[in-house]
T-cell receptor, first 114, second 113 residues
Framework: QQQVKQSPQSLIVQKGGISIINCAYE??????FPWYQQFPGKGPALLIA?????SEKKEGRFTISFNKSAKQFSLHIMDSQPGDSATYFC?????????????FGTGTRLQVTL | DTEVTQTPKHLVMGMTNKKSLKCEQH?????MYWYKQKAKKPPELMFV???????INESVPSRFSPECPNSSLLNLHLHALQPEDSALYLC????????????FGPGTRLTVL
């Protein structure tokens, strides 16, 4: 019940195209869904996050779509650029004591080609 | 300042050595985390400190010993590690409570020979 399933494992998109990464969860106790971007040799950096009472959130070229009834959420990267080439992790968070506990998806390696 | 710093960047140690990883943040966060990340895998939670007290230990072997000396610092003491412990060790911090972003440091790349 703690798992977050993420697909695809890897993705190749042409410059200017749309990158779509999907995630699904089981535990309804999760109450916050962040996406992290990680470049090789660096720590993950928060890209965008959504609460389960919102169906969509957009920040620049990045959009999260959230379907609470299906327990699924996805990241759309519009106008993908070579600089977006990185590994993307979806995550789901729940309160554990007084701190938030993140459960990560397995990651998607995105390559944006010229 | 929204930065989490970690030292050292790289560490090579033998199986009999004792070493420590350090993490620091000045964002006023009262929750701090240690994660372990193997290549091509997501970060795995190891420990959580909340208000300088250990609140979560994800069944981590005792050769890893965390310490939170104050609200800005987090250490991970390493002793008698195994080669399979080689990984990127990430520190993160956040506000306490729910729906708060975790800020990650750049990590320490650990190699155990």
């Amino acid at each position: 019940q703690q798992q977050v399933k993420q697909s695809p494992q890897s993705l190749i998109v042409q410059k200017g195209g749309i990158s779509i990464i999907n995630c699904a969860y089981e535990n309804t106790a999760f109450d916050y869904f962040p996406w992290y971007q990680q470049f090789p040799g660096k720590g993950p950096a928060l890209l965008i996050a959504i609460r389960p009472d919102v169906s969509e959130k957009k920040e620049g070229r990045f959009t999260i779509s959230f379907n609470k009834s299906a327990k699924q959420f996805s990241l759309h990267i519009m106008d993908s650029q070579p600089g977006d080439s990185a590994t993307y992790f979806c995550a789901a968070s729940m309160l554990s004591g007084t701190a938030s506990k993140l459960t990560f998806g397995t990651g998607t390696r995105l390559q944006v080609t010229l | 300042d929204t930065e989490v710093t970690q030292t050292p960047k790289h560490l090579v140690m033998g199986m009999t050595n004792k070493k420590s990883l350090k993490c620091e943040q000045h964002m006023g966060h009262r929750a701090m985390y240690w994660y372990k990340q193997k290549a091509k895998k997501p970060p795995e939670l190891m420990f959580v400190y909340s208000y300088e007290k250990l609140s979560i230990n994800e069944s981590v072997p005792s050769r890893f010993s965390p310490e939170c000396p104050n609200s800005s610092l987090l250490n991970l003491h390493l002793h008698a590690l195994q080669p399979e412990d080689s990984a990127l060790y990430l520190c993160a911090s956040s506000q306490t409570g729910t729906r708060n972003e975790q800020f990650f440091g750049p990590g320490t790349r650990l190699t155990v020979l």
